[in-house]
Structures are given as structure tokens and as C-alpha cells.
């Protein structure tokens, strides 16, 4: 049994060491799509970003500079005020379009959201992050309420984007997520063999358009859930913000920077797709999605409201923060 057993396992190898020179043989490397594994992508040309062991990337503590400033607990804009512990604190959690990309630290939709409150008693933190995807997010989240620097009432979430872009990744892995590389096994076949390249990575010559990520897409979905529960073990109340998108500023190649093209029609199907996902969670758990005048189920051009596809310039944050606004305070209880 043992004899036979020691043939087989022989034979096996002898197969795969035959498929893997075949395919060194007829394939070169150059021809293979590169395996995506770019941990620095986000931090490179970004001097108010640094690397972070379990969220890939953050905020630089302390950074200033004419547009953007860090405060010292890693937040977007100024020191948090000394009296926060009397607050009604929101935390405003998100990618790029929380952060307020491209505008000053008086312009981003957070702090311009805090405007519209009349009472000084409610305080809103900017937690947005550019780049970051929902798994980010939720880290970020469990970190923030682990530190107890800051203990919110109310958690605003506007995630979406960079899963998408994500997800043109062919090799994408919910470590793609986070890190910005594969898993450690990944890595190390496609360092070694061609084989493993060929069928996972495929060829250069066969173009990926417009090809759905559902798995992308039910994991945005999970870490949309795991974010309400852990609000809700924390007692923090919890709502959704659509995203911001300008069709206007998108080109019709659409989305291109990694594997696989999203076209300009077939990126705002796919972002709808992401979208409606985040309603269903949403209506699972009983949270409000906050929508406004520029979320993707509506008109979709606002050229001169926006810095691109996905920003608003400062009358467009300007115009979300009124449009949240009134959606989120009667949720809430303040005006």
C-alpha cells in the first residue's frame, strides 16, 4: 500500500514538474499579468501619511502644512477641545471624499456638517482616511474605540470607492483590503512557478473589461455589518452617507489602473451595485442611509461642484454638509 501510495505521489510530481516546464517553456514571464502586491502605493508622494502595521497606512500625527492638518490623535484638522468629554461627539468615518480631498481643513463636509448645528454641545471628528477601503475602516473604528481618546455618540460612515477600485485587482484578496499585497502562499507561487501564474494571473494578450468582483462585493457588505455591531456593542448609533460622484469628470475609459478596465458606465453600474448592497445591510439592522444631491441615484453632473469624479470641491461639501444635515437631525435629536 505503501509502495503504491510513494508511485502516486511520484507521479504527481512528475506531472507537475512537466506542466511547469511547459508552461516556462511556451510562456515567458513579461506575458503574465503582474501579481498586484504594492504595499507603499498609498503612502508614496503623501507626506501626511505613514505605514501602519495593522491598518497598512494612516495619518501622520502632528502634520501641517497649507492645506491639510493632523491633529495629535491622528485626526483630520484642528486639536480635539479640551472640554470633548461634554460633547455630543460624531465621528465621521470614511475614505478620501470624509477626509476632504484637495480642499482646506475648513472646507471638508465634516466640519461643514458642525456648522449647521446651532448647539456648540455637538462635535464632529473628521476620521476619514484617503484610500481606504471598509476593511480599513472597521479597523480603524475597533482602534479608535479601543483607545477611548474620544467616546462618540454617532458614527457617520461614507465608505464605498476604493473598493471598487479594488476590485479590479485580478489576484484580489481581502488582504488586498488592508495591505495592498496577497496573501504570504500567493506570493511565494507566484515568485516560483509560471504555472500558478499563467492559470491564476492569466495573459497580458486576453484584456479584462468589465468583469464583475462579486466576492469584492459581498465583503464590502460583511465589513459593513461587523461596523453596525460593533457600534452597537458600544452603544453608538450608526448611519450611512451615500457616496459623492460627478459623472462629468470621468472619462469614458473610466476606471483603469490595475488589472481590469471598468468602463465609465459599467464603473457607475458597479458602484450602484456596491451601493445597493450597503442599503441592504442597512434595512437588515434598521440603519438610515443619508442620501443628498450628489449620491449615485440621482442626477449624476456637477462639474463645477466638483475637484473629479469623486470630490467635491468646497461649495459641493458645502452643499452635501446641508443635505446631511437635514436628514441627520431629527435622527439625532439636535438642530
Avoid at 483630520?76 to 470633548?84: A, M, Q, S, T
Avoid at 481581502?174 to 499585497?181: A, D, N, S
Avoid at 449624476?300 to 461642484?305: G, K, R
Wanted: hydrophobic share 40%; glycine share 6%.
Amino acid at each position: 500500500m505503501k509502495k503504491v501510495l510513494a508511485i502516486n505521489v511520484l507521479v504527481f510530481v512528475g506531472i507537475i514538474v512537466l506542466l511547469e516546464g511547459s508552461a516556462r517553456l511556451a510562456v515567458s514571464q513579461n506575458e503574465v499579468n503582474p501579481v498586484f502586491d504594492d504595499q507603499s502605493l498609498r503612502v508614496r508622494d503623501r507626506p501626511f501619511v505613514e505605514t501602519d502595521e495593522v491598518r497598512g497606512f494612516a495619518l501622520k500625527s502632528g502634520f501641517k502644512s497649507d492645506l491639510y492638518s493632523i491633529n495629535a490623535n491622528g485626526f483630520r484638522g484642528g486639536e480635539l477641545p479640551p472640554d470633548l468629554g461634554e460633547k455630543y461627539v460624531i465621528l465621521a468615518l470614511g475614505e478620501s471624499t470624509t477626509f476632504g480631498w484637495g480642499v482646506d481643513d475648513q472646507h471638508t463636509y465634516p466640519y461643514l456638517l458642525n456648522t449647521h448645528f446651532q448647539h456648540d454641545d455637538v462635535y464632529i471628528v473628521n476620521a476619514g482616511i484617503p484610500s481606504y477601503t471598509s476593511a480599513q475602516t472597521l479597523l480603524y473604528l475597533k482602534e479608535i474605540l479601543n483607545k477611548k481618546e474620544i467616546d462618540p455618540r454617532f458614527a457617520l460612515i461614507n465608505i464605498l470607492w476604493n473598493d471598487v477600485w479594488y476590485s479590479t485587482v485580478k489576484n484580489w484578496d481581502p488582504e488586498i483590503l488592508v495591505h495592498q499585497r496577497p496573501p504570504v502562499w500567493f506570493g511565494l507561487m507566484s515568485k516560483y512557478s509560471r504555472l500558478f501564474n499563467v492559470i491564476f494571473m492569466g495573459l497580458r494578450s486576453r484584456e479584462l473589461v468589465n468583469v464583475v468582483n462579486e466576492k469584492a462585493v459581498q465583503e464590502y457588505g460583511h465589513n459593513l455589518e461587523k461596523m453596525i455591531l460593533l457600534c452597537r456593542d458600544n452603544n453608538i448609533k450608526v448611519a450611512f452617507v451615500e457616496p459623492p460622484f460627478d459623472a462629468d469628470h470621468v472619462s469614458e475609459d473610466g476606471l483603469n489602473e490595475f488589472h481590469t478596465q471598468y468602463t465609465k458606465s459599467f464603473l457607475i453600474d458597479t458602484a450602484k451595485h456596491y451601493a445597493e448592497k450597503m442599503h441592504e445591510v442597512a434595512a437588515k439592522y434598521g440603519v438610515a442611509v443619508i442620501k443628498h444631491q450628489f449620491d449615485l441615484f440621482g442626477n449624476l453632473n456637477h462639474y463645477d461642484l466638483f475637484l473629479d469624479g469623486m470630490h467635491p470641491n468646497p461649495a459641493g461639501n458645502n452643499l452635501m454638509a446641508k443635505d446631511v444635515y437635514d436628514k441627520l437631525s431629527p435622527v439625532i435629536g439636535y438642530n
